[in-house]
């Protein structure tokens, strides 16, 4: 039987390692490895079979446009060589049963999209606010062509990063830190946005508010970087912001906990107000903090955590439901001693509460001049690690040039095991909770040897229960339709007709469709047909 993988997905990246790791030369001991917690043994085939092979699953990978790691593959390229260069990587994406991408539209202060508020970015033409030729939008075409292939697109924000060189960045005379100088400071060789100034956290909401109204996309995604990673010898120099503007906070470090803490909600806010479907979530560094800082910290020996250094208390914004989901970044192997994978899947589970958790994986690992390597098996285990443990809605792969290289071929193994079947995107019913109805006027017959199923889309009164898109089951004659295994979707579609080209005339199948909504809730009836 041919499967019809038309879920799709997509792309991004994060913090390098180096920043992960102490940087002190006291030897320290290693954290012990955790028993791994995961769901009960006691299954019905039928229910491992579920849990191995999901279907529902968040299947993305992030595709860096900073310094041009990903894409466009340089500067200064036509608009034409830069379509070209997507479309490779996102086929790639849909060939391997990816069915969301993350895509990086704003890595330092300028825009991958047509705006009022931001400079056009230097990675596009090499000058940073000279456009890109032809009047071409690279956020329009990304965000059509992954809704073309049916997967959701989360237009990725670098929120802080303002200039990431001073003295090798092209920065425009109009870019803000030139406007607004009074709104930075510099740390090591960046410039960062001071996000105690109140007048900063709404310039950002802004900026968020800009892509969102104008743009169809289906998420806003943050990255790690937030206050910067800590250099020695080094300090953020916001003294006079604490001084003047504290609200009460009795130390400076709360104090830019607070400001981040004020920025999530207020970001959340802005978004929810100006499209409530759009998804907010962010991928921190994995460490919230380490065991010995504090009781509820992880079994984890890291040289930086996001509360302390970044000044993120990831923890609470889950608590409180400030983000839709979170997506840690956990690099390491179930193998490294000062950060192990088990530890922190059994963490982030523990604390994920009722919002989405999908994990970061390092595939740029797979490359094995990386000194810190591991093999393709590894990556197999730390996905059926997340599926048996029960509370991980998904994964996203670091970083789409790693995906495409294809190093070890680790595709063939994904596809031949992990994602043998396609998947859909998991619903948030905190979102909305709705389902479309079931598709109408089903009908199957034989043409040129093949099966033509037609159908038409389904009434609905509100376009927010319209629906997005279809998935089509195949059955057995002598089989129950059962519409909780993967393995019987032939398609996950947007048009109302499907040719299965593996049946044949003399095939006895059983179909069955039905609606998806944008937010991937799926209808509860469905419309068959049966070929005798």
């Known amino acids: 039987m041919r499967k019809l993988q038309i879920i799709l997905g997509a792309v991004l990246i994060i913090a390098s390692t180096s920043f992960m790791m102490n940087t002190s030369k006291v030897k320290r001991k290693n954290p012990a490895v955790k028993p791994l917690e995961t769901v009960s043994s006691l299954m019905s085939p039928e229910e491992m079979f579920v849990m191995n092979h999901p279907k529902r699953e968040f299947r993305s990978a992030w595709i860096t446009t900073f310094t041009n790691l990903d894409w466009p593959s340089k500067r200064g390229l036509t608009s034409e060589q830069q379509k070209a260069e997507f479309l490779t990587i996102i086929n790639d994406f849909q060939d391997n049963s990816i069915n969301a991408v993350v895509g990086q539209v704003r890595a330092s202060s300028d825009a991958f999209y047509k705006s009022e508020i931001s400079p056009w970015s230097e990675w596009l033409t090499g000058i940073q606010g000279k456009a890109p030729d032809n009047d071409f939008d690279p956020l329009r075409f990304m965000v059509d062509e992954c809704h073309e292939r049916n997967m959701e697109f989360h237009a990725w924000f670098n929120p802080f990063r303002a200039v ?248 063939k193994t994904m596809n031949a095991s992990i994602y043998k079947y396609p998947s859909l995107v998991p619903a948030m019913n905190w979102i909305d909770s709705i389902p479309p109805s079931a598709p109408l006027k089903l009908k199957a017959k034989v043409k040129e040897d093949n099966v033509v199923l037609k159908w038409k889309a389904p009434k609905y009164r509100s376009v927010n229960d319209s629906a997005t898109y279809y998935v089509v089951y195949r059955f057995e004659e002598n089989e129950v339709i059962d519409l909780q295994f993967s393995n019987k979707i032939v398609s996950i579609q947007k048009q109302t007709e499907f040719i299965d080209s593996s049946a044949t005339s003399s095939s006895c199948f059983k179909y069955a469709v039905t609606a998806v909504d944008r937010l991937h809730n799926e209808s509860v009836k469905f419309a068959s047909a049966e070929l005798k």
């Open 164 to 411: 990431s060189h001073t003295k090798f960045s092209s920065v425009a005379k109009n870019h803000i830190s030139n406007t607004n100088p009074e709104w930075f400071f510099t740390y090591g060789n960046s410039k960062y946005y001071n996000p105690g100034i109140p007048a900063v956290r709404k310039y950002i909401c802004e900026v968020v508010k800009e892509v969102v109204e104008n743009y169809d996309i289906d998420g806003v995604h943050f990255d790690d970087y937030f206050y910067p990673y800590t250099i020695e010898g080094q300090k953020i120099p916001d003294a006079k912001q604490y001084a003047t503007n504290n609200r009460g906070c009795t130390s400076l470090d709360d104090w830019r906990r607070d400001n981040i803490n004020l920025l999530i909600q207020e970001v959340s806010k802005t978004i929810k107000t100006a499209k409530k479907h759009v998804k907010f979530g962010v991928s921190p560094l994995a460490i919230w903090r380490n065991k010995k800082q504090d009781p509820e910290g992880s079994y984890t020996n890291s040289g930086q955590s996001s509360y302390d250094n970044l000044y993120c208390d990831t923890k609470l914004w889950i608590e409180e439901d400030w983000v839709d989901y979170m997506a840690p970044q956990l690099y390491w192997s179930t193998k490294n001693e000062f950060a192990n994978y088990n530890n922190l899947i059994n963490w982030w589970t523990k604390y994920s509460h009722e919002r989405h958790l999908y994990v970061g994986h390092a595939i740029y690992k797979l490359d094995e001049r990386n000194r810190h390597s591991f093999k393709t098996a590894e990556l197999m285990n730390q996905v059926n690690i997340c599926r048996k443990n029960g509370k991980v809605d998904g994964s996203i792969y670091f970083r789409a040039k790693a995906f495409v290289s294809n190093h070890q071929n680790f595709q």
